[in-house]
């Protein structure tokens, strides 16, 4: 009897049932998964689950990598405080206000411009909401494609490079992280320029749910130029010497990270925004914010670390390798799996718990990991837009003014085309994995 509930099996279905009650009785994350692996743990190795947990806990702590987490944080966080969004959307309007759509337009272009120097979902959908959400309510927008809009392109930071998704999947796949940065960058302006493009068909065909601005057309093209350099040429040469070091192999992640963060500072110095109090800010947020990056990981290495002692990687091998249809078919079943946790589960403990499951299991799928890693993290970029644990929806909807009139059907209802368009581009990067793979192989 005893044989029977230490079973591999048994064990896989009461570690994810547990896991499931926990966190559907709403307490944070971290408690559930940490406080499963510990239990689970004890009950099955008694007091060597301990060491068992230490060692993988403190190798995925004490990774390298790890390092460029509060960095781009602190980077993206102070940048937030620079005031460069204003400044960015006021030289964007003027070139693209007079088009049908060209507000929303502006926002997907912001948050990808933004993606690239913020990486922090929070941070750019409220700065989006706060500067662009007025403008377009103003000006005659439906409130479902102004809110879409937002939260689409605001949540590209969380793919786009310094993504702080990809610093934490590098580690735990084994994977370099410039190589995953480098791998995100056509991706993330692959789903960029879908969602313009919808935005901009669909205001032809229905020119009332976005018309065209007249109020700028009194700038001259040089003015125009020059609002657009002087707003954009700082953020470029932020991006490009970030990034540039890390393809060039100049600097690793964590060393480009520091440059950053000590560039952002700069930057918000020269724009005259920064004090005491944005230091302490900006100090305080990182500080929450890697803290609970962490917290998570510790507590999902512990579950993952009892999880693989068990035998359940092997039951999840098994089941998976066992799929009818080959490995598509086991690629489809991944994917949906990792769409359902997202509606559910916080992106960082999706990653602790099913990536070290997987990784062993992509060789064997014969799919290279740097593209199926890429295809997750895609993936994942639709657990901000779907309810019920949406981040984006979320931020949005407690950042925008009540005067506004944004309720959450609203803005749901403006998710669900950019649900749709992250799907083609999932497919895009099936039928050409040069897309993800094309970069990387030029480092």
């Given at each position: 009897m005893i044989d029977i509930l230490t079973s591999p099996e048994v064990v896989t279905i009461f570690m994810f049932g547990a896991l499931l009650i926990g966190v559907i009785t709403g307490f944070p994350l971290a408690l559930p998964i940490g406080g499963v692996g510990v239990i689970t743990g004890?009950?099955?190795?008694?007091?060597?689950?301990?060491d068992i947990i230490y060692s993988r806990v403190y190798?995925?702590?004490?990774?390298?990598?790890?390092?460029?987490?509060?960095?781009?944080?602190?980077?993206?966080?102070?940048?937030?405080?620079?005031?460069?969004?204003?400044?960015?959307y006021d030289a964007l309007y003027v070139w693209f206000g007079k088009f049908r759509g060209g507000l929303a337009i502006v926002s997907v272009l912001i948050g990808t411009i933004m993606a690239a120097c913020v990486g922090i979902i929070?941070?750019?959908?409220?700065?989006?909401?706060?500067v662009a959400l007025p403008s377009m309510i103003r000006r005659g927008y439906d409130k479902s494609l102004a809110t879409g809009s937002i939260c689409a392109g605001g949540s590209l930071g969380i793919l786009i490079p310094p993504s702080i998704m990809l610093i934490v999947y590098g580690p735990a796949a084994g994977i370099s992280v410039g190589k995953l940065f480098m791998g995100a960058f056509i991706p993330g302006f692959v789903l960029s320029?879908?969602?313009?493009?919808?935005?901009?068909?669909?205001?032809?065909?229905?020119?009332?749910?976005?018309?065209?601005s007249i109020e700028n057309e009194d700038f001259s093209f040089a003015k125009k130029t020059s609002m657009l350099l002087i707003s954009i040429g700082p953020v470029a040469i932020l991006i490009f010497s970030v990034m540039g070091s890390i393809y060039?192999?100049?600097?690793?992640?964590?060393?480009?990270?520091?440059?950053?963060?000590?560039?952002?500072?700069?930057?918000?110095?020269?724009?005259?925004?920064?004090?005491?109090?944005?230091?302490?800010?900006?100090?305080m947020d990182t500080i929450k914010?890697?803290?609970?990056?962490?917290?998570?990981?510790?507590?999902?290495?512990?579950f993952v670390s009892v999880f693989l002692s068990a035998g359940g990687g092997d039951v999840v091998a098994n089941l998976i390798l066992s799929v009818p249809g080959g490995h598509w078919m086991a690629f489809a079943l991944i994917m949906l799996i990792a769409f359902i946790l997202g509606m559910f589960i916080d992106w960082i403990g999706i990653i602790f718990i099913l990536v070290p499951i997987l990784a062993p299991i992509v060789p064997k799928l014969g799919f290279n990991p740097l593209?199926?890693?890429?295809?997750?993290?895609?993936?994942?970029?639709?657990?901000?837009?779907?309810?019920?644990?949406?981040?984006?929806?979320?931020f949005l909807k407690g950042a925008a003014a009540p005067e506004l009139g944004i309720d959450t059907a609203d803005i749901i209802r403006g998710v669900i085309p950019f649900i749709g368009l992250?799907?083609?581009?999932?497919?895009?990067?099936?039928?050409?994995?040069?897309?993800?793979?094309?970069?990387?192989?030029t480092m």
């Open positions: 004890y009950l099955l190795f008694g007091p060597n689950a301990f190798d995925i702590l004490t990774n390298y990598g790890m390092i460029a987490v509060p960095l781009f944080v602190f980077m993206g966080n102070m940048l937030e405080k620079s005031g460069i969004a204003e400044k960015m929070a941070a750019s959908i409220t700065m989006l909401t706060l320029g879908l969602y313009m493009l919808y935005i901009g068909i669909r205001s032809y065909f229905q020119p009332e749910i976005a018309p065209a060039f192999g100049l600097a690793s992640p964590s060393e480009a990270a520091a440059v950053g963060a000590a560039a952002a500072t700069i930057l918000t110095i020269a724009y005259g925004h920064f004090t005491w109090k944005v230091l302490k800010d900006v100090a914010l890697t803290a609970m990056v962490l917290l998570i990981a510790g507590c999902s290495t512990a593209w199926f890693a890429m295809m997750i993290i895609v993936n994942l970029q639709m657990s901000f837009l779907t309810p019920p644990f949406a981040y984006a929806i979320f992250i799907m083609i581009g999932l497919l895009l990067m099936i039928a050409f994995p040069q897309i993800i793979l094309w970069l990387p192989g």
